[in-house]
């Protein structure tokens, strides 16, 4: 019994065998499929469309993990890029404002040449306390600074120096209290002393007006020349109001100060005055 | 129903074969699922059911391509009946064994179709065969363990009788 079972199991595989021989070297090559077989490739065709779609789309989802850690290091590269960037912008946006400030400064220097003996300085810093109005600037003694000696930019008057090292020198605005500057209208020379206000920062009065002197909205207020210390002609800052002193006997009037003092950068020490305005 | 179950599996294999394991290939060769079924199929009924088990997964798989009939139906039968002479006497359920079968499987199976194509009058170059045999051969019997515990547990409760197991 069992060889029986065996010797039919071997005329199979050898019929198996040979029939497999005969149809391999016989369907190799391009040929049309039979319908068995295009039955059998339609049979999985749903089920390969099935998986295809499943494995691409968890290989999509491998592929987003994949791609959210390497768009992370790209963010934060491309973050390091911008940041370096704006500062690399900011910087020359800075050299770009510096630019124009220094072509004023130089036109505003060839403008008063004939008349002020003008150094350049850039203010290095400011007072510590906020309630003191003064800046350090990065010119001293062995520039020729001395004590006294006015600043200015195209705008109009800075302040005066009051205390000179080698290489730098304090200097006082006048916006500070302690700061005075005589004055007088531009337009009507009357004159007057612009000191600091008390009751605004970074703001300027004119005191001791005639009570009749006529004070408009939008003048000029100029130094005076009076007193040992600011030459005379240097632009202050624009009348904004008026109003009668307690005195009852003159009048104040409110000065928008012609210089941005919270900007201040690049400035002139006025080392000799050749001539004031009006002379020669 | 047995040989049902069995055909389920093959056709799972076939779909995951034809879909899945191309992604994960590497050096151009991915895991062969339907040899390693045959194969471990093989270690539990024994090379002469094995053979035929082989020869109808080859045959599926002859049908499919629609190209070189006997091909696939040849190497498989001819590797489950190698398989079968060489671990008919082993312990089945000690993992070494599937591992071995599955190595030596691999590369009867390769050695096989390389012939199989060369008779056929397909040119696949010596290196070729190398390098796939070489890189199938480790795919298939790295990712053995992970197969052989879940099939063996269901060919035990669905598709082999107790009697048949490794006769």
């Known amino acids: ?280 | 129903m047995r040989h049902l179950i069995w055909a389920v599996l093959l056709l799972f294999n076939i779909v995951l074969q034809t879909t899945v394991m191309p992604h994960v290939e590497i050096y151009g060769t991915h895991p062969n699922l339907i040899l390693m079924q045959v194969i471990l199929t093989t270690l539990l009924v024994g090379g002469q059911r094995g053979l035929l088990y082989g020869a109808g997964a080859g045959l599926f798989l002859d049908l499919l391509s629609a190209r070189y009939i006997g091909f696939h139906s040849l190497s498989f039968a001819g590797t489950s009946w190698l398989i079968g002479l060489l671990a008919s006497r082993l312990y089945k359920e000690n993992l070494f064994v599937p591992l071995i079968s599955i190595a030596t499987g691999t590369v009867i199976h390769s050695l096989l179709a390389f012939a199989l194509g060369r008779y056929a009058g397909i040119e696949i170059p010596l290196t070729t065969l190398l390098l796939t045999m070489i890189a199938e051969t480790i795919y298939n019997t790295v990712l053995m363990p992970l197969l052989y515990k879940p099939i063996y547990r269901a060919a035990n409760r669905w598709w082999i009788r107790k009697e048949e197991l490794g006769a």
């Not at chain 1, 690399?88 to 220097?109: G, I, P, V």
């Not at chain 1, 350090?136 to 000179?164: C, F, K, Q, Y």
């Open chain 1, 1 to 280: 019994m069992f060889r029986m079972h065996e010797k039919k199991l071997g005329i199979a595989v050898v019929v198996g065998l040979l029939l497999g021989l005969v149809l391999l070297r016989t369907t190799g090559g391009e040929r049309e499929a039979t319908g068995i077989e295009r039955y059998t490739q339609a049979l999985l065709a749903p089920l390969q469309k099935g998986a295809t779609i499943v494995t691409d789309q968890i290989g999509a989802l491998g592929q987003s993990v994949v791609n959210y850690k390497q768009i992370k290091e790209e963010n934060e590269a491309l973050r390091r890029e911008n940041g370096e960037l704006r500062r690399l912008n900011s910087q020359l946006t800075q050299y770009q404002l510096e630019n124009l400030r220094l072509r004023d400064l130089l036109a505003f220097k060839q403008e008063k040449e004939k008349n002020l003996q003008l150094l350049g300085a850039r203010v290095i810093a400011r007072d510590p306390e906020s309630w003191f109005n003064a800046v350090t600037i990065d010119r001293g003694s062995e520039d020729g600074v001395a004590p006294g000696m006015v600043l200015i930019n195209n705008d109009g008057v800075i302040g005066h120096v009051t205390s000179v090292n080698p290489r730098s020198a304090h200097v006082l605005l006048i916006i500070d209290k302690e700061g005075p500057v005589p004055g007088m209208l531009q337009t009507t020379r009357e004159p007057g002393i612009v000191e600091a206000r008390n009751d605004v920062n970074s703001q300027l009065q004119m005191i001791h007006l005639r009570r009749d002197a006529a004070v408009q909205e939008g003048q000029l207020v100029i130094t005076s020349g009076l007193g040992a210390i600011y030459p005379r002609g240097l632009r202050i800052g624009y009348i904004t109001g008026s109003e009668p002193e307690p005195n009852g006997l003159t009048k104040r009037a409110m000065i928008r100060p012609a210089v941005d003092f919270q900007r201040l950068e690049e400035v002139f020490v006025i080392q000799k005055v050749i001539s004031q305005e009006g002379e020669g």
